[in-house]
């Protein structure tokens, strides 16, 4: 596959792609004798996994140490599994504050509901609002 159709595919820029392979989060994907990437379908599975580890917020370095401990071979799973397990934690505090945001929001979302059909703020809807 071309990088364009990579790119299509993943729902990244060819040049967010690029910047995977120079920053070591990508294997380094194979030429055409044009000098033009092509994709087999291992570069597409490492495709798929990093972009998914980077939308759930893995920052660059570990997806950078992730790929050397997968290209160290089996003895790495451990390591590879403590990596996993600190983006899920990171990724559960994360969920804690939006959680907290949107009951937050939903708490203000009421009280001006309730406002319009009435058409003030009850005194304690404006402490609340402090």
């Known amino acids: 596959m071309t990088i364009k159709e990579v790119s299509e595919k993943f729902g990244i820029t060819q040049d967010t792609l690029r910047y995977y392979e120079k920053a070591g989060i990508l294997p380094r994907v194979a030429r055409k004798p044009g000098g033009a990437r092509d994709y087999h379908p291992e570069d597409l599975d490492w495709v798929e996994h990093m972009v998914c580890l980077r939308r759930a917020g893995m920052p660059v370095e570990s997806l950078v140490e992730y790929l050397q401990l997968c290209q160290k071979g089996d003895g790495t799973f451990p390591e590879r599994l403590l990596l996993l397990k600190d983006q899920r934690?990171?990724?559960?505090?994360?969920?804690?504050?939006?959680?907290?945001?949107?009951?937050?929001?939903?708490?203000?979302?009421?009280?001006?509901?309730?406002?319009?059909?009435?058409?003030?703020?009850?005194?304690?809807?404006?402490?609340?609002?402090?």
């Open 89 to 130: 934690k990171n990724l559960l505090r994360q969920q804690e504050k939006l959680q907290d945001a949107l009951n937050r929001l939903d708490f203000k979302i009421s009280r001006y509901q309730t406002a319009v059909e009435t058409g003030s703020l009850s005194w304690e809807d404006t402490e609340a609002e402090l």
